[in-house]
């Protein structure tokens, strides 16, 4: 056998060697022993994901803004506010980045971005930074959310109206504009995921009535209890050791605002949102 050819299976060897324990060492094992009403409710979790995994469309809201002035109404369709917003996912699988564990976990993905739903809290992850949340300490909220639709509606989502591209003041038809073309009013569901620590989701859903379904189990967490029980085996370097700073420059999720605050999770909502936020809580 030529010298070339054993030196390249041998180098090919120890590349795989070296990735499978970079990877080894860049996983955190978590293995759950649920039990009682924590496993009831978690059964639960998971049974009622299949909200978010079987809906046509799912989004985060990662920016919104009101529409100020007559012009802007005019040529957004009559919108109240703007919002812009990338492709989400929802799966429960147990085959997740960076993360083994026994059991399935109901996820939300979006870009960059996943929350977790373990047994005993949430899982956040931004990048190669993880932070987590107490149940306790999670708020959740859902409201329906009337949205001109100016793509293909998915299938599965209801048309409750319609408006035009560009309207009048009175919200009709602007006869000005040749080419005109009607917009669907769809009924979609908005699911808020928040924390006083600074955790800010909002996951927008073709069917509104998944919002309702998922934040009304989710609510539903047990408080902490030996119900629960999980052993950890953090890796060094890893998702285990990440952590954001007590004073760290965040982006709003909601607004994309740029402030500096004193937090310990991933994301955090700027003192609009969070007054928005407040509201809400109020009212629900």
């Not at 995994?53 to 100020?68: A, K, N, Y």
């Not at 802007?72 to 919108?79: C, L």
């Not at 953090?234 to 285990?240: I, K, W």
């Amino acid at each position: 056998m030529p010298w070339g050819l054993i030196i390249w299976v041998l180098g090919g060897a120890a590349c795989v060697w070296l990735y499978f324990n970079d990877q080894a060492r860049r996983t955190v094992v978590l293995f759950y022993d649920v039990h009682d009403g924590a496993h009831q409710w978690f059964d639960s979790l998971v049974a009622e994901w299949h909200w978010l995994t079987q809906s046509q469309g799912l989004w985060r809201v990662i920016q919104s803004g009101d529409v100020v002035g007559t012009y802007n109404y005019k040529v957004n369709a009559g919108a109240s506010a703007l919002v812009r917003t990338i492709g989400a996912t929802a799966s429960t699988s147990s085959k997740i980045k960076q993360l083994a564990t026994n059991i399935s976990i109901p996820s939300i993905t979006a870009g960059n971005s996943s929350l977790y739903f373990l047994p005993d809290r949430l899982l956040v992850r931004e990048g190669n930074r993880y932070s987590d949340v107490d149940y306790q300490e999670l708020r959740v909220f859902h409201q329906d959310q009337r949205f001109i639709e100016s793509g293909t509606p998915p299938r599965d989502a209801v048309q409750v109206d319609h408006t035009w591209q560009y309207v009048n003041v009175k919200g009709g038809p602007d006869r000005r504009y040749k080419n005109n073309r009607t917009l669907p009013i769809m009924l979609y569901g908005r699911l808020v995921v928040a924390s006083a620590s600074g955790l800010y989701w909002i996951i927008q859903i073709s069917r509104a009535a998944a919002a309702e379904a998922v934040a009304r189990v989710v609510s539903a967490a047990p408080t902490p209890s030996a119900a629960v029980s999980n052993e950890t085996a953090p890796p060094s370097g890893g998702p285990g050791d990440a952590h954001v700073g007590q004073a760290t420059k965040v982006r709003c999720a909601n607004c994309g605002h740029i402030q500096t605050a004193s937090v310990n999770a991933a994301t955090f909502p700027c003192e609009k949102c969070a007054a928005t936020l407040r509201r809400m809580k109020k009212s629900a």
